[in-house]
């Protein structure tokens, strides 16, 4: 058979037919035949029994102000502090900064595994379009890599920040893939929310909203967004981030949200090592975690994913851009520890987060392009428990990364390397 590549002994995700041999031919999978069954004349890769599976998948993260902690002045470790302190350091961004800073981040994500990112992107008078414009070059640069949707929104309000909307309207016309939202930041929330709508059906684009990102849960914007996405006929193509208010809800009323939500076809997405970081300061003892129950969400039908959010910056002073550390946080936060519920900890990373960005859940099988991730590991659950890290990746058929297991020198080693 000819072949570029064959990948022997392989687990599929998902899959308990045993290990495969699996063959790529330019950008696609071209066979699938139990181990040991596929003769090619290529190069072989013994995978050993190690998980293969497509790309994780990114739905939240900022590129654009990631690497700016040396930058800032954390001091309260507050939502209000992040965003001024955002606000203040933006203003000296240039568009080689902004590109030189998201490239950074970006090779992180893709040697962790991402091969789908949703990437928001701050656009107002301030900082003008120079976010918009670095990113959408470096996802030009790195598509070889990776899938970059770049999400525009107003992170310091919109209409009571003149200019910022006709920017956002610009941004869409020169090829956005999707429209952010940040009511909370400002002083019409419901209109805000409105016009987001607007923009979104002139542009026919998906909407991504920052949400209700406090510990309050005696009201919701949540509610607002669940009714005009039923009334605009936007189900299935509206997300959520944070609404951290849920994390504050007794079970029986999340449970009811979690229904109405589903009911609208909204999508969450839960940032935890942003929600950890920003959220009960004002507690001095039996400090509240800030973290959505994801996980229960799903368990009613709502579409959901965990996502890194923001790197090195004050909303998150740390971050490796590895998705199954995020996933491993999310399950030490939320209390998880039963295989099922691990289990759907690696979805939210990667089949459910693809059918939050309405992209094609992707399988390994024939003909399906050759995007795929290899973790030396059995099942999702262990990558999830053990935080592993992918050894090596494939997009559109050619290898995109490599990652060099650790070496142990015990003392024979070292003595037979003196010798």
Same mark, same amino acid.
């Given at each position: 058979?000819?072949?570029?590549?064959?990948?022997?002994?392989?687990?599929?995700?998902?899959?308990?037919?045993?290990?495969?041999?699996?063959?790529?031919?330019?950008?696609?999978?071209?066979?699938?035949?139990? !181990?040991?069954?596929? *003769?090619?004349?290529?190069?072989?890769?013994?995978?050993?029994?190690?998980?293969?599976?497509?790309?994780?998948?990114?739905?939240?993260?900022?590129?654009?102000?990631?690497?700016?902690?040396?930058?800032?002045?954390?001091?309260?470790?507050?939502?209000?502090?992040?965003?001024?302190?955002?606000?203040?350091?933006?203003?000296?961004?240039?568009?080689?900064?902004?590109?030189?800073?998201?490239?950074?981040?970006?090779?992180?994500? $893709?040697?962790?595994?991402?091969?789908?990112?949703?990437?928001?992107?701050?656009?107002?008078?301030?900082?003008?379009?120079?976010?918009?414009?670095?990113?959408?070059?470096?996802?030009?640069?790195?598509? /070889?890599?990776?899938?970059?949707?770049?999400?525009?929104?107003?992170?310091?309000?919109?209409? #009571?920040? +003149?200019?910022?909307?006709?920017?956002?309207?610009?941004?869409?016309?020169?090829?956005?893939?999707?429209?952010?939202?940040?009511?909370?930041?400002?002083?019409?929330?419901?209109?805000?929310?409105?016009?987001?709508?607007? $923009?979104?059906?002139?542009?026919?684009?998906?909407?991504?909203?920052?949400?209700?990102?406090?510990?309050?849960?005696? /009201?919701?914007?949540?509610?607002?967004?669940?009714?005009?996405?039923?009334?605009?006929?936007?189900?299935?193509?509206?997300?959520?981030?944070?609404?951290?208010?849920?994390?504050?809800?007794?079970?029986?009323?999340?449970?009811?949200?979690?229904?109405?939500? !589903?009911?609208?076809?909204?999508?969450?997405?839960?940032?935890?090592?942003?929600?950890?970081?920003?959220?009960?300061?004002?507690?001095?003892?039996?400090? +509240?975690?800030?973290?959505?129950?994801?996980?229960?969400?799903?368990?009613?039908?709502?579409?959901?994913?965990? *996502?890194?959010?923001?790197?090195?910056?004050?909303?998150?002073?740390?971050?490796?851009?590895?998705?199954?550390?995020?996933? #491993?946080?999310?399950?030490?936060?939320?209390?998880?520890?039963?295989?099922?519920?691990?289990?759907?900890?690696?979805?939210?990373?990667?089949?459910?987060?693809?059918?939050?960005? #309405?992209?094609?859940?992707?399988?390994?099988?024939?003909?399906?392009?050759?995007?795929?991730?290899?973790?030396?590991?059995?099942?999702?659950?262990?990558?999830?428990?053990?935080?592993?890290?992918?050894?090596?990746?494939?997009?559109?058929?050619?290898?995109?990364?490599?990652? !060099?297991?650790?070496?142990?020198?015990?003392?024979?080693? #070292?003595?037979? *390397?003196?010798?």
């Amino acid at each position: 058979m000819a072949l570029d590549f064959l990948l022997t002994g392989a687990r599929m995700s998902g899959s308990d037919a045993g290990l495969v041999d699996i063959g790529i031919r330019g950008e696609t999978i071209a066979a699938i035949a139990p !181990a040991g069954t596929i *003769a090619a004349d290529c190069e072989v890769i013994a995978l050993r029994g190690q998980l293969i599976m497509p790309g994780f998948v990114e739905t939240h993260i900022h590129l654009d102000k990631s690497c700016v902690i040396d930058r800032c002045d954390i001091q309260q470790g507050t939502l209000l502090e992040a965003i001024t302190e955002t606000a203040r350091v933006k203003r000296e961004f240039s568009e080689p900064d902004i590109a030189s800073r998201a490239v950074r981040t970006l090779e992180k994500s $893709i040697v962790a595994g991402t091969q789908l990112m949703r990437t928001h992107v701050e656009v107002d008078p301030r900082i003008g379009l120079k976010g918009f414009n670095a990113v959408r070059r470096v996802a030009r640069d790195y598509a /070889w890599a990776i899938d970059i949707e770049v999400c525009v929104f107003p992170q310091e309000g919109m209409l #009571n920040d +003149p200019g910022t909307e006709d920017l956002l309207i610009t941004a869409c016309e020169q090829g956005a893939g999707a429209i952010g939202g940040c009511p909370y930041a400002d002083t019409h929330p419901v209109e805000h929310i409105a016009r987001i709508f607007d $923009i979104a059906r002139r542009f026919d684009l998906d909407i991504d909203f920052h949400l209700d990102f406090d510990l309050d849960a005696s /009201w919701m914007h949540l509610t607002e967004v669940c009714k005009q996405a039923r009334a605009r006929k936007y189900e299935g193509r509206v997300a959520v981030g944070h609404v951290t208010k849920l994390s504050a809800l007794p079970m029986p009323q999340l449970v009811e949200t979690a229904r109405l939500i !589903a009911d609208s076809g909204v999508a969450v997405t839960v940032l935890p090592a942003t929600d950890l970081f920003l959220m009960g300061r004002e507690h001095d003892h039996n400090v +509240p975690r800030g973290v959505s129950r994801a996980d229960i969400l799903m368990q009613h039908g709502v579409t959901c994913s965990l *996502a890194t959010n923001n790197v090195l910056n004050a909303f998150t002073p740390f971050g490796d851009c590895s998705l199954t550390r995020i996933a #491993n946080l999310y399950a030490n936060a939320a209390q998880l520890g039963r295989r099922e519920d691990l289990a759907r900890c690696m979805e939210m990373i990667s089949t459910s987060a693809a059918k939050l960005m #309405n992209r094609p859940l992707r399988k390994i099988e024939l003909g399906a392009p050759a995007d795929l991730i290899v973790l030396p590991c059995p099942d999702g659950a262990s990558a999830v428990s053990e935080i592993v890290q992918p050894v090596f990746g494939f997009k559109a058929g050619r290898r995109s990364f490599s990652r !060099a297991p650790a070496v142990l020198f015990g003392p024979m080693r #070292n003595a037979t *390397a003196r010798s």
